[in-house]
Structure formats: C-alpha cells, structure tokens
C-alpha cells in the first residue's frame, strides 16, 4: 500500500482535492466548482454547505479516479480563501451564507474602527491597513445590521476551519486565517485586545489559535461516509491559500521570495519579523512555519491586464491564431518581442480595478503615457506587460529595503510567457525561475503542511522533494538602466495623474 496526503485548495471558485504521494508527485486532483453570489453592489457571498459538498464529491471521485484504498491517506489537510466570515451555532450549523473576502459592505464599521484606533495603530498591530475585506469588520456589520445571528453566533469560520468542524468536531484555525479575521496581534500571534475592545465584539466567539501544522483531530465516522475518507485519518488544519503558496513555491526560509502571476499578482517573501513600511505599501502574513513571517504585497489587476489586451487590443492576433490554429498568446508574445526594452518610451499604467500595493488606490486608472506618432503596435503590446512588472518591481524594492532577495520564483499562468519572464528578470534585476508545476502551489503548500503536522516529514525543507525549478532567466546588464530609468518615470506619471483621478472619483460621486 502507498502512502499519501490530501490537500483540498478552496477557492474562490470551486474546491480543488489534490493527492500526493510522500516522495513529492503529485498523483492527481479533481475540481469541483461552487456559486458565488453577487448583490447590493458591494456584497459577495457563499454558501458554506456548497463548500463541505464540493469537499465530499471532489475526495470520493479523487480516489475513484486515481483508484488507491481510503486508508492509504496518512493525512488531509487545507488550503482555503482567507478573510472571510461564517457565523455558525455551538452545533457547527451556519447562521446565514457566508461573507467572503470580496465583500466590501463593512465601510461604515471601518470607520467606527478609527474613532479608536488611527490606520498606522492598526497597521502596527496586525500588519495590514483597517479595510472593509477583513473578518472583523463584516462581523462587526453582522451585530450591527443582523443582531438576531451575532447573538446567536457560537464561532466566527473561514472556508477550510468549517470544512475542518466537519471532518473533527473541532472549532479551531491557523495563525494566516486569523491574520485574515483583522483582530490578531501579529507579533504576538494572538487575539488583539485593543482591536476586539475597540470592534465591541465579543472575543469568545472566535475559534481557537492554533500553528498550520495542529493536528485538529481525526476524520470522524459520519464524516468518512460523507467524504469516502477512512474514519481515524489524520486532519492538520493547514493555512490561508495566500500563505500555503508560500510553502508550494519554496518560500521556506528568509529572503526565499515568489511571484504568481495570474488574473491578480503578487510578491511575497519569507521574514523572520514583520516588515512593517512607514508608508503602509505592504502588508505582512503570519507564516505557516511556526516562527517566520510573511510580507507581501499584492496588485489588483496584472494578468487582467494583459486579458483586457488580448480581448480589446489584439482582435488581429486573436482572429489569426482562430485561421492558422496557432495560440494567441504566442502570436502577442512575437509581437512584444519585435518592441524594444521600455517601449520606445511608452508607459502603462496597469490600474483598470484600481490599485492595492503598492498605491492603495481605489480611484486611479489604466492609462498609455507617451504615444507618438512613432509609436507601434509591438510598443503598446509590450508596454501593458512592462507596466504590469513595472508594479510588481515597485514592491520587491520595498521588500528588498528590509532583505536581502537574489532570485524570485514565478508561479501561475504568466510564467508560461518566455518574453514576460526576459522582461521580470530585467526589471528586478535578479535572476527568475519557473517551476516544472505553476498552478499547484496552494494544495502543495497544504499538502507540506499536513505532512510535516502528522509526522511524515522532518520539516519544511522537503519541499525540495515537491519543487523542481524547470528554467530560469537571467537579467540583461545592458536593460538595467533602460528599466531604472522607466520604472522611475513610472512611479512619476503615477503621481501626477493621482489627484486628476481623485478628483473625478470626487466629482462622480456628487453627479
């Protein structure tokens, strides 16, 4: 008989069950997707029951297809969406659908927070800015505007610390998802008293603390019949997906830095202490190795960015790659290349959804700076993934103000892209490089987790096993200052044109 791990990754989307074997492989995973709800503008929710049937159909047609025995899974454990809110009963039943972390509903309770407390306060105590996204502010907006469900509210859950009460019985979470609540003191990993007596929320209903690799208890009798696991398997709580893609990437011990590159993007590194910057432009997780941090900083838009190209900029390459059966991303990828390093001078500004780190921007714009009558189709095509890295390099400065970073490793879909990679490792002036698996690093993660929590593994380290790196990029001396000097003209538009943006947010909101 084998020996593996289960990781569930739930997402935003749909839950991902994954097997591993211990040697490192992965074996196989299986999705299953679930509804996100939309209304009010503002609001975002899930049904928590959508997350526990995607859990059970996804492990039993997991170990269908692969075809090993239940009792061969020495261990289950997860990754899961952070700053969520689900208020269930002392039975573990859910109150209402749950808040997610794209819900910004909880503005007014944002405010009621600072009358106490100023943003730099809370930014030093928990590592990130007092924002409408986090646990306690939509908690806080439950007792405020559904005060029959905060009363009965036994625990407040993220997505994987339900699934966890499920599988056990056990009301608990990790250290990340209670970074993700917005009440946790990150220095020293527990509830904050000045935020809970400041937020009036009553500190009993929040879950236990416990590290990423805690043991929470063992598949239960009614929960193997549910899941198809064996009843008695191990269950380790695991991390918030943010961080578990630490672990997956490598990101294991100081200065060891990834980048993923999707819809969104983000640069997050690996500290022994937080990195709190006097400008609020990061943000700092707490780690899923007991002992270690996580600063991070994550832009709104950046394979999006490149998305709103291929669809409204590239109709010519995508109506080829339809007639020649060639992929669209290579006929853009030929073009980008035929552009010279900084685009003949051309600028993007990658801010169609605004903008998190590190400009925390809600009003600023996508926008070319410097077209010319020489401009081309190659300059506006490469300048929008410059523009993209342009961000991105903003915040390795930041964090390379605090360590010492040599080399990134680039996860997600944009690390596919030859010429994306040519231009990150000119723009970071480091070397980049590409693990052989991009879109896996959550579940493996998770799965690291749940095998260093039962034992099987010594440490962190056998991510070595997991891990290979595929290819790497080295910087070109000769676009060094080319880039240094594109970057800062950059950051110089941004500037310009921010208070020209406010003022139209400003202007739209009294029309």
């Known amino acids: 008989m084998g020996q593996y791990i289960l990781a569930h990754d739930l997402g935003t989307s749909g839950n991902k069950a994954s097997l591993f074997s211990t040697d490192g492989k992965l074996v196989g995973s299986h999705i299953v997707s679930y509804d996100t709800h939309f209304f009010n503008e503002k609001w975002v929710e899930q049904d928590p029951e959508d997350w526990w049937e995607a859990v059970c159909l996804s492990t039993k047609q997991l170990i269908e297809e692969i075809g090993i025995y239940p009792e061969e899974i020495q261990v289950v454990s997860f990754s899961g969406q952070m700053m969520g809110c689900l208020c269930v009963d002392k039975n573990g039943k859910p109150l209402r659908d749950s808040i997610i972390w794209a819900d910004q509903r909880a503005t007014k309770q944002v405010k009621d927070l600072e009358t106490h407390l100023t ?38 859950l993220n997505a994987k610390d339900y699934i966890v009460f499920k599988l056990t019985g056990a009301f608990v979470t990790d250290y990340s998802d209670g970074n993700s609540m917005g009440c946790f003191d990150l220095e020293d990993l527990k509830w904050s008293d000045r935020i809970l007596e400041a937020s009036g929320i009553d500190p009993e209903k929040l879950p236990n603390l ?30 918030g997906d943010g961080v578990t893609a630490n672990i997956g990437a490598g990101s294991v011990e100081e200065g060891k830095t990834y980048c993923s590159l999707g819809t969104s993007a983000w640069v997050t590194t690996t500290a022994k202490k937080p990195i709190f910057d006097p400008e609020m ?47 669209v991303y290579d006929l853009i990828n030929e073009q980008v290349e035929l552009a010279p390093p900084g685009s003949n001078g051309l600028l993007f500004l990658p801010y169609l959804l605004g903008e998190r780190a590190p400009r925390w921007d809600t009003a600023s714009k996508g926008s070319y700076i410097g077209i010319t009558s020489e401009t081309t189709r190659a300059d506006l095509l490469r300048s929008v993934i410059e523009g993209v890295t342009y961000n991105l390099g903003i915040i390795l400065d930041i964090l390379q103000q605090h360590m010492d970073i040599h080399e990134v490793i680039i996860i997600g879909g944009g690390a596919k892209s030859q ?59 000769e676009n060094k200052a080319v880039y240094e000097e594109a970057k800062r003209r950059f950051n110089d538009f941004y500037f310009a044109l921010r208070t020209v943006f406010e003022r139209h947010q400003a202007e739209g909101a009294v029309n």
């Not at 943003?119 to 502010?137: A, L």
């Not at 439950?142 to 005060?147: A, L, T």
């Not at 009614?222 to 695991?238: L, N, S, Y």
């Open 419 to 477: 010429a994306w990679l040519r231009i990150m490792a000119d723009v970071f002036a480091i070397p980049v490089k590409v693990p052989t698996i991009l879109d896996e690093a959550s579940s493996m993660g998770a799965a690291i987790i749940g095998g260093v929590g039962a034992g099987l593994f010594e440490d962190f380290h056998v991510v070595d096993r997991f891990l290979k790196i595929e290819r790497s990029q080295q910087p070109n001396p």
């Open 281 to 327: 432009r990061t943000v700092t997780w707490a780690h899923a190795i007991p002992g270690y941090y996580a600063p991070n900083g994550t832009m709104q838009y950046a394979g999006g960015a490149f998305n709103w190209m291929k669809e409204t900029v590239c109709t010519g390459e995508r109506e080829a790659a339809g007639r020649g059966g060639k992929s």
């Open 119 to 156: 943003q730099e306060e809370f930014y030093r105590i928990v590592g990130h800015r007092n924002t409408p996204s986090y646990g306690i502010q939509k908690l806080m907006w439950i007792r405020d505007n559904e005060p029959d469900i905060y009363e009965k509210t036994h625990k407040v």
């Open 210 to 239: 416990q590290p990423s690799t805690y043991v929470a208890g063992s598949v239960t009798e009614e929960a193997a019949k549910a899941t198809g696991m064996a009843p008695g398997t191990k269950v380790v709580i695991g991390a």
